[in-house]
């Protein structure tokens, strides 16, 4: 049985670790309050600027080229979001799982794979293996920066369009509350028109969500002379492109490509920081609940050891 001393030591250890913990959490919780603010702000914008594009591109033949058209895959970029420090719960080890095993069903297909680590945790894990790097961008996991998100998406989009890469891969975690992030992994390059449009009724013309089923029998059953424009027909009826759809989409599929990473790299900032909270809360917790058991056994140590002199003490005047 552990002595008085021991265990008042241990006690002392427990309550300096559960400040630590405590403090932690109140950081996490304030960091995480003010990304979640600009997660909540970014996410309608991207979302609408998502619709109108992919709602565009569904509608006319002219505008799908090889931004929408997939092809015989060769090279991925897969681009990794992890946090650049631990005490985050599973938040890095399931995203470095999920890369392990993308990057090792690639291998199975004999195609490439250059990851774009941003996050240091998965930096060290890609050097580690071996796979190779586009670089680093380890700074971006603790300060976003839209700036440098639009480099890195006219450096993909012009390896993309160059053929130098094939497909463009984004795995993250989605933030959807602060007890909750999904972890995704999204296809940035080529667009998927059909990857946003989760849609069932093709002949509902009061929806404006666009699909290509529904764009189709808008013009199957469109009329020359009689056909009118309701007020409850689809986005993806009729655009009017000024000046000219080449300069429409030369303005449009970058600004697209740099909000979807800016976008994904503000949901893993938060998701980071939502667990680390609830890490440290539950790192708080039990420190609570050992320092509850030790106190226990701290006070029915001292009681009996009080007790034992009690009975010396009776027993050696009893004798005198």
């Not at 890609?126 to 961008?137: C, D, P």
């Not at 089923?213 to 059953?221: F, H, Q, V």
């Not at 503000?266 to 790192?283: F, G, K, P, W």
């Amino acid at each position: 049985m552990p002595s008085l001393k021991e265990i008042k030591n241990r006690i002392t250890s427990v309550q300096s670790t559960r400040k630590i913990t405590s403090a932690m959490k109140m950081v996490a919780s304030s960091k995480l309050h003010h990304a979640q603010q600009m997660i909540e702000n970014m996410l309608p914008y991207e979302g609408m600027l998502e619709q109108i594009l992919k709602s565009f591109l569904v509608s006319d033949v002219e505008a799908k080229g090889s931004i929408t058209q997939a092809r015989e895959v060769k090279t991925v970029a897969l681009l990794v979001f992890s946090s650049n420090s631990s005490l985050c719960g599973g938040f890095n080890a399931n995203v470095l799982k999920l890369m392990n095993k993308v990057t090792e069903g690639y291998k199975e297909k004999n195609v490439k794979v250059i990851i774009y680590p941003i996050g240091r945790k998965v930096a060290e894990k890609v050097q580690k293996l071996g796979l190779e790097s586009a670089g680093n961008f380890n700074q971006l996991a603790d300060k976003p920066n839209s700036i440098q998100c639009a480099e890195i998406g006219r450096q993909l989009q012009s390896d993309f369009d160059s053929g130098v890469i094939d497909k463009v891969e984004m795995i993250y975690h989605h933030f959807k509350s602060a007890g909750s992030q999904i972890l995704q992994k999204k296809t940035l390059l080529p667009i998927d028109i059909e990857s946003a449009m989760d849609y069932d009724h093709e002949r509902d013309l009061k929806s404006t969500i666009a699909t290509e089923k529904a764009s189709e029998y808008l013009k199957r059953n469109r009329q020359d002379k009689d056909y009118e424009i309701d007020k409850g027909t689809a986005l993806n009826d009729n655009f009017i492109v000024e000046p000219n759809m080449q300069t429409v989409l030369s303005m449009l599929v970058p600004r697209y490509v740099n909000l979807m990473l800016y976008t994904a790299l503000l949901d893993s900032n938060a998701s980071e920081h939502a667990a680390r909270m609830v890490a440290m809360q539950t790192a708080t917790d039990n420190a609570d609940e050992l320092l509850r058991d030790l106190n226990l056994q701290y006070n029915k140590s001292r009681q009996q050891a009080i007790t034992s002199e009690l009975l010396d003490i009776v027993g050696g005047s009893v004798n005198n």
